[in-house]
């Protein structure tokens, strides 16, 4: 399935896209301050290339969506959405974006923000999405906050990475606040 936005093409995970998703899950200024830590290993990428290929994480449906420029065609990044469900139906999603260095600054985090929320929204039919980050990302932040999204709370020491722990800062919107 594919999606469009002003200047970003967005389309599942496919399996052709490895080594496309290990240039950024192995890219160490990209994973500086996410959650996952940097993937050096392949058996490690396998497996979250297996996950991303069969919309699963752990008890979570998980869509991994493939990011390009449209003018040029070029890898961007990515751009996922984890499900969680009740009774068999999603309700709440998460969503995340980890873009190549070389396409910050653009303003197509925002664009990919913006799609993931969409998606959640339209799609997925959820009734609420989330987005959480280290407290250090502040683009990161500043992009929830574009994304209409509202700072819900702190975690304090939340999150433990590269040997310290990080406040995680917690945002969300509900269906009735989006657009
Ligand atoms: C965090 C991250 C997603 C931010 O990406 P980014 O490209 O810098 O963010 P944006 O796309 O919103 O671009 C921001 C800047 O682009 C500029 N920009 C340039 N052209 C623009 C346009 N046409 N529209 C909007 N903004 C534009 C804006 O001025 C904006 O700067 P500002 O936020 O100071 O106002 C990116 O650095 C990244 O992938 N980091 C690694 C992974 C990561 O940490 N992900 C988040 C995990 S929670």
Redesign the pocket.
Known sequence: MRFSSE?LIFRQTGIKDYHAIKSVLGNE???????LDCIKEDARMRKIFRAALAHRNGKLKWYLYMIFEKESMDFV?VGDIELEEFSGKPEIAEI??????Q??????????AGMMLEISFQRFGVRKTN????AM?I??E??MR?CGMKKEGVIRCGRFKNGQWYDELCYGILREEWR
């Open positions: 200047r200024e990209v994973m500086r301050y996410t959650t990044g995340g974006y980890l873009l190549l260095p396409f910050w600054g653009k303003g197509y985090a925002t664009e990919a987005a959480r980050c280290n990302n683009q990161s500043k992009i574009k």
